[in-house]
């Protein structure tokens, strides 16, 4: 028999973790394959499988697989117990045929488990057999292709020609590993001698490296179906794209597989790191490139909230009684406001805040009371104390913050230190942690007032270096014009802060906060800046950097 004609038992598995004895298998597959078929016409058997508790599926295992609560309520289900007889059945049926997978290593486990549990006859000696015929793609690749990055599935699938999908479901790993089989397949029949180097380090690609710009501008990773992988922005698009080809072998699991992946880039040059910074931005969230995490849109969303008067330090916020009555945003998270007000007895309700068990766990009732009672010398704090305090929190920082990096576009809520499940936090653990969290909803609040002014605005901007070119850019609503000459600052309509704050949507979130990070680099670097908010309203870098600090 021809060996593209050799028929093999494909089997993948998605579980809860690492550990059969205590995960739960929630999704199976497997199904007949050999290297001359096409993987995607297949009759692939794919099973649904009801976990323990799906209720409390780890959101996790939710983002890597797409599978929520809702699914085994929507979708037809299996139980453990069928999963591990039908595999039994299909096991037994087709004995004499090889398996083959992808990492082996780890679902080797879950498959003996799965067979344990059916009460198999004969296991031992039908697992000693399997375990003989049992072939994985994950130790193939690296025997075959040692000049890989990644071997992870997705790398090595890529590398293949099929483009897995963001979800790891058991159908598309499946497909996966068939392709990855039929590729070897037909390279171990080629006469001529496989191929020993990435697609990137092509010659001409190289020389295509070589050739870039030093200047900035956006650069995009592409696969062999010209789909791309990776946006990314560079000061120097000649210095960052070659800076992936040398130095430390190893880079990180996640940029290894992508470059594997890789067969080409483009690339397309602007004139200021910043104005990279935007497109780069924009780019994202319009292609959704699989190897980009951060600006991406996933679950963020732009919100506001609703405050109370004494929650706002009155010197750095001057009209505090007017606007705390209104919302204030954006926001990337208001769960540092909700639960501030939950603990200071305001009307906020419990279900409003989102659930975070190890808070209800780690900081009891009791605790926030003898916490509130070290900080204020009672355990009843009125809004005036609250608000002296708040005063004295954000003046401790503005001394201090000098010393700290620049702001990420991230607003996620303060996490616990790791710790026991059954232990309880100490009075003085919460009263750090209630100071954190102010600190936190306080800053949030500084840059959510900055990003509102940012929204119209125009701006000189001279990097350091007195024969640097000034730049001029222009926001409007949010969206940025580089102009070649100072744009009229008259030509402003007037919008109220309400107006502002319901035209920002997530795109228009981001690009503010980059060019508040920016203002504040360019500030520390020794840039020279004229931010005109409104006729008549124009900060120097002197002003700026009292303000904005």
């Not at 979800?167 to 996966?176: C, N, P, T």
């Not at 710009?213 to 560079?234: M, N, S, W």
Request: aromatic share 10%; glycine share 4%; proline share 5%.
């Amino acid at each position: 028999m021809p060996f593209f004609a050799q028929k093999f038992i494909l089997f993948d598995v998605q579980t809860t973790g690492t550990n059969p004895e205590t995960s739960d298998i929630i999704e199976a597959g497997w199904g007949l394959y050999h290297a001359g078929a096409d993987p995607l016409t297949v009759d692939w058997q794919v099973r649904l499988v009801a976990p323990r508790d799906s209720v409390n599926l780890s959101r996790r295992i939710q983002k890597l697989t797409g599978l929520a609560a809702s699914t085994w309520t929507d979708e037809t289900a299996i139980s453990y117990e069928e999963l591990s007889s039908q595999l039994s059945s299909f096991l037994h049926e087709h004995a004499g045929l090889p398996i083959l997978v992808h990492y082996a290593r780890f679902k080797r486990p879950f498959l003996f488990k799965a067979l344990h549990d059916a009460h198999v006859e004969g296991l031992e000696g039908l697992w000693s057999l399997m375990n003989e015929r049992m072939a994985c793609t994950y130790e193939l690749a690296r025997r075959m292709m040692p000049h890989l990055k990644s071997y992870s599935l997705r790398a090595v699938a890529g590398y293949a020609g099929y483009s897995l999908g963001d979800k790891k479901r058991s159908r598309d790993h499946l497909i996966a590993t068939a392709y990855i089989w039929k590729y070897m397949v037909a390279e171990g029949s080629t006469a001529h001698k496989s191929a020993t180097t990435l697609p990137l380090q092509d010659p001409g690609i190289r020389q295509k490296r070589l050739s870039l710009p030093d200047a900035p501008g956006v650069y995009y990773f592409l696969d062999q179906a010209e789909r791309i992988l990776y946006v990314g922005k560079a000061s120097s698009l000649k210095h960052r794209l070659n800076s992936y080809f040398r130095g430390q072998k190893t880079k990180g699991s996640r940029l290894n597989e992508m470059l594997t992946r890789a067969v080409d880039f483009r690339f397309r040059v602007v004139r200021t790191e910043l104005e990279a910074l935007f497109l780069e931005s924009d780019e994202i969230k319009r292609i959704d490139p699989p190897y980009n995490r951060l600006l991406k849109t996933d679950e963020r969303r732009v919100q506001s909230f609703r405050l109370k008067d004494w929650l706002l330090p009155s010197e750095k916020f001057p009209d505090a009684p007017r606007w705390a009555a209104q919302l204030w945003g954006p926001l990337l998270s208001v769960w540092n406001f909700q639960w501030l007000l939950s603990i200071t007895g305001a009307a906020v309700k419990p279900e409003a805040i989102p659930s975070k068990r190890w808070l209800d766990a780690y900081f009891s009732e009791d605790v926030l009371e003898d916490a509130k009672g070290l900080i204020f010398a009672t355990r009843e704090p009125d809004a005036e104390t609250w608000q002296d305090w708040a005063r004295k929190v954000w003046e401790t920082w503005l001394v201090e913050r000098e010393q700290e990096d620049d702001e990420s576009l991230e607003e996620d809520e303060p996490e616990a230190e790791p710790h026991d499940e059954d232990a309880e936090a100490t009075p003085e653990e919460a009263a750090a942690f209630i100071q954190h969290t102010l600190l936190h909803a306080l800053r949030q609040l500084h840059r959510a007032r900055w990003l509102l002014r940012l929204m119209d605005c125009t701006i000189s901007w001279q990097f350091r270096g007195g024969d640097a070119p000034v730049y001029y850019l222009r926001m409007q609503a949010g969206v940025p014009t580089w102009m070649d000459e100072a744009p009229d600052p008259g030509a402003f309509l007037p919008r109220s802060r309400w107006e502002r704050l319901q035209e920002i949507d997530l795109p228009t979130h981001d690009r503010l906060t980059i060019l508040y990070s920016e203002i504040r680099k360019g500030l520390k670097r020794g840039d020279q800046l004229r931010l005109c908010l409104r006729p008549g309203l124009v900060l120097d870098q002197d002003r700026l950097r009292t303000q904005l600090f």
